[in-house]
């Protein structure tokens, strides 16, 4: 079973400092993981994935395998940053094409 | 907007009744998903289709639940009989073909209420 655990339901920190969302999965295999973010009245949008290593809006997110995570961190967080993040998982192997989310963190950047 | 689009963007219902929502794919996507959303947790799968053939079906799908994808382009998702505790955000995504990696497109999804 792949499960995607985000143990902080709120996050709140000043513009400036750094920020970093938790995100632990538990899967058998390799998996690939993803951030999706929903910015308010917005619909939900891809942040980032793992496999691309890339940086999105000054967000970065390295998969570690051995302690199974996959923190969204940025290092001078901004207003425009306060949304919902959803960590969320994708298996490999045979018609595994669905996403597994965590219960999200709501980030909030106070100016 | 090419994205992916949901009809209605809100449903208000008697518990009951039934209800349609559908689901306009980013046109060369020929994956779609079904998500439902409740208030406080991530999305959860529901079903999801490669062009008109549906691959996999959650347990959370219900047999009132059923969804169909024919020709391969829009989808439909219909619930029978509505039940109170199916109030929720049904969320509905694409992805290119054979490239999971990329992640999926969100449609701005459908709330549906039964009272």
């Known amino acids: 079973a792949q499960r995607v655990t985000q143990p902080e339901k709120l996050l709140s920190v000043f513009k400036g400092a750094p920020v970093e969302l938790k995100c632990n999965y538990s899967?058998?295999?390799?998996?690939?993981l993803f951030w999706y973010v929903q910015y308010s009245r917005q619909r939900l949008q891809l942040l980032l994935r793992h496999i691309s290593r890339e940086s999105i809006k000054g967000f970065t997110a390295d998969l570690n395998k051995g302690e199974t995570s996959f923190h969204l961190k940025k290092p001078f967080a901004q207003e425009e940053d306060s949304a919902m993040y959803y960590c969320?998982?994708?298996?490999?192997?045979?018609?595994?094409?669905?996403?597994?989310f965590g219960k999200g963190t709501l980030l909030t950047v106070n100016p | 907007d090419t994205g992916v689009s949901q009809d209605p963007r809100h449903k208000i219902t008697k518990r009951g009744q039934n209800v349609t929502f559908r689901c306009d794919p980013i046109?060369?996507?020929?994956?779609l998903y079904w998500y439902r959303q409740t208030l406080g947790q991530g999305p959860e799968f529901l079903t999801y289709f490669q062009n008109e053939a549906q691959l996999e079906k959650s347990r959370l799908l219900s047999d009132r639940f059923s969804a169909e994808r024919p020709k391969g382009s829009f989808s439909t998702l219909e619930i029978q009989r509505t039940e109170q505790g199916d109030s929720a955000m049904y969320l509905c995504?694409?992805?290119?073909?054979?490239?999971?990696?990329?992640?999926?497109?969100f449609g701005s999804g459908t709330r549906l209420t039964v009272v």
């Open positions: 046109s060369e996507h020929n994956r």
């Open positions: 995504a694409s992805s290119v073909p054979g490239e999971r990696s990329y992640g999926y497109t």
């Open positions: 899967y058998s295999g390799s998996p690939e």
């Open positions: 969320a998982l994708s298996g490999h192997g045979g018609s595994n094409y669905k996403l597994t």
